[in-house]
């Protein structure tokens, strides 16, 4: 079956850098394209980043551009998402998501970032 | 950006009732639109894509329409495991945004 796994959370300083993963398994990661959607506390969802099947093409929140990195290794099958620069705003569960309509979601990481 | 505005912000039913939850997007966006559910401490979970598809081992109490701006989910019978808040997404254009979510509560 589908599973998706996070990894990589944690409290980190602000200005400091953290990566995180999605292991994918029960399926052909390679051909998907995959998310990273995050959840501040008590809020909504925000989309965060996207990344084409085969890496090749990435988008970007404005509110993550140029400090949150996507990327994947399909030979592992594994999404990761590179995030420098941590601000306090980015204190929230990180999820990835398989599919350009996010059909399956992971458990979530959660990310805090604070002194 | 495509904003997407989801009505009302709560919502108060009773097991049995059916509900119905608005989506509107700020320009159109074809059928590119899809529904989560998610309950507290929990991951979302897909019910719907393509604004009117159920993704497989949804129940068909589960239904959405729309196309162009507005779209519309409804759940009919509800039973207590519905009890949840429900969010509308737009897939046509980047950046992909998120409506500000409906909490369903017992009546």
């Known amino acids: 079956q589908v599973q998706l796994v996070e990894s990589g959370g944690g409290v980190v300083q602000p200005g400091k850098s953290l990566r995180l993963s999605c292991a994918a398994s029960g399926f052909t990661f390679s051909i998907y394209p995959m998310h990273w959607v995050r959840q501040a506390p008590g809020k909504g969802l925000e989309w965060v980043a996207l990344v084409s099947f085969d890496g090749g093409n990435k988008y970007y929140a404005d509110s993550v551009k140029g400090r949150l990195t996507i990327s994947r290794d399909n030979s592992k099958n594994i999404l990761y998402l590179e995030m420098n620069s941590l601000r306090p705003e980015d204190t929230a569960v990180y999820y990835c998501a398989r599919r350009q309509d996010f059909d399956f979601w992971g458990q979530g990481t959660l990310v805090t970032v604070s002194s | 950006d495509i904003q997407m505005t989801q009505s009302p912000s709560t919502l108060s039913a009773s097991v049995g009732d059916r509900v119905t939850i608005t989506c509107r997007a700020s320009?159109?966006?074809?059928?590119?639109l899809a529904w989560f559910q998610q309950k507290p401490g929990k991951a979302p979970k897909s019910l719907i894509y393509?604004?009117?598809t159920l993704h497989s081992g949804v129940p068909s109490k589960f239904s959405g329409s729309g196309s162009g701006t507005d779209f519309t989910l409804t759940i009919s019978g509800l039973q207590p495991e519905d009890f949840a808040t429900y969010y509308c997404?737009?897939?046509?254009?980047?950046?992909?945004?998120f409506g500000q979510g409906t909490k369903l509560e017992i009546k």
């Open positions: 997404q737009q897939y046509k254009s980047y950046p992909y945004t």
């Open positions: 320009q159109g966006i074809s059928n590119y």
């Open positions: 393509g604004a009117s």
